[in-house]
T-cell receptor, first 114, second 115 residues
Framework: AQSVTQLGSHVSVSEGALVLLRCNYS??????LFWYVQYPNQGLQLLLK??????LVKGINGFEAEFKKSETSFHLTKPSAHMSDAAEYFC????????????FGAGTRLFVKA | SAVISQKPSRDICQRGTSLTIQCQVDSQVTMMFWYRQQPGQSLTLIAT?????????ESGFVIDKFPISRPNLTFSTLTVSNMSPEDSSIYLC????????????FGSGTRLTVV
C-alpha cells in the first residue's frame, strides 16, 4: 500500500533562508509525486509534480523538488523564503494499481519570520 | 489544465439533513475524485467517481452516507447524508486525465458546517 510521510508538522524559517520540507513515500510501483500548497481558507494549488524523466523538477514560486528513488524521498526546497510562502504544504503520491488514487501526507505548515 | 467549478462554496446545515455538492469541469476528464479535509487535517480520499457505474469507495466511507453520481465525463455530485457535526469539513473535487496531467487539479472546495 502506498503512503506518504511528511517530517515535521511545523517548520519555521527566517525570511531569505532556505526552505526544506521533507517528504518520504512508499509505493509498490513507480509513483507520481506531487507537492501542493494551501493558503488559509483556500483550495489546493499544484506547486510541482514528478511523473517521469528528469528527477529534479521545478515548480511555481521558485520551488523545486528532487525525486530520489533510492531514498524514496521527494523533498521540497526553495533557496530563499519569502513572507508570502507561509502556508500549508502537502506532499502526495499517486500510483496506478488498477485505478489511480492519490494519497496525501499530513501536511507541513511553513512559518516565515521577518 | 481543466477548470473546475464546485458549488456551493460553503454552507451551514442542520444535523439530520443532506447536502449535495456539485463539481463541473470545463472539459471531459477520465477520472474524478472526492476528498474530505477535516479541520486542521490533511486530505482523505472518499471515493473515485466512475462514469456510468457505481463509485469506488475508500475504507471508512460508504455509499449510504456519501452517495455519488457521475452522469457524464464533465460532472459529478457528492451528497453528504444525514449530517452530524462530525461531517463539518471541506469537501473537494479533483479531476485527472492522461498520465502527465493526472490528479493535479482541485476544485476550490465546499466548506460545510453542520450545526
Amino acid at each position: 500500500a502506498q503512503s506518504v510521510t511528511q517530517l515535521g508538522s511545523h517548520v519555521s524559517v527566517s525570511e531569505g533562508a532556505l526552505v526544506l520540507l521533507r517528504c518520504n513515500y512508499s509505493s509498490s510501483v513507480p509513483p507520481y509525486l506531487f507537492w501542493y500548497v494551501q493558503y488559509p481558507n483556500q483550495g489546493l494549488q499544484l506547486l510541482l509534480k514528478y511523473t517521469t524523466g528528469a528527477t529534479l523538477v521545478k515548480g511555481i514560486n521558485g520551488f523545486e523538488a528532487e525525486f530520489k528513488k533510492s531514498e524514496t524521498s521527494f523533498h521540497l526546497t526553495k533557496p530563499s523564503a519569502h513572507m508570502s510562502d507561509a502556508a500549508e504544504y502537502f506532499c502526495a503520491v499517486t500510483q496506478n494499481t488498477g485505478g489511480f488514487k492519490t494519497i496525501f501526507g499530513a501536511g507541513t505548515r511553513l512559518f516565515v519570520k521577518a | 489544465s481543466a477548470v473546475i467549478s464546485q458549488k456551493p462554496s460553503r454552507d451551514i446545515c442542520q444535523r439530520g439533513t443532506s447536502l449535495t455538492i456539485q463539481c463541473q469541469v470545463d472539459s471531459q476528464v477520465t477520472m474524478m475524485f472526492w476528498y474530505r479535509q477535516q479541520p486542521g487535517q490533511s486530505l482523505t480520499l472518499i471515493a473515485t467517481a466512475n462514469q456510468g457505474s457505481e463509485a469506488t469507495y475508500e475504507s471508512g466511507f460508504v455509499i449510504d452516507k456519501f452517495p455519488i453520481s457521475r452522469p457524464n465525463l464533465t460532472f459529478s455530485t457528492l451528497t453528504v447524508s444525514n449530517m452530524s457535526p462530525e461531517d463539518s469539513s471541506i469537501y473537494l473535487c479533483s479531476v485527472g486525465g492522461d498520465l502527465s496531467n493526472y490528479g493535479y487539479t482541485f476544485g476550490s472546495g465546499t466548506r460545510l458546517t453542520v450545526v
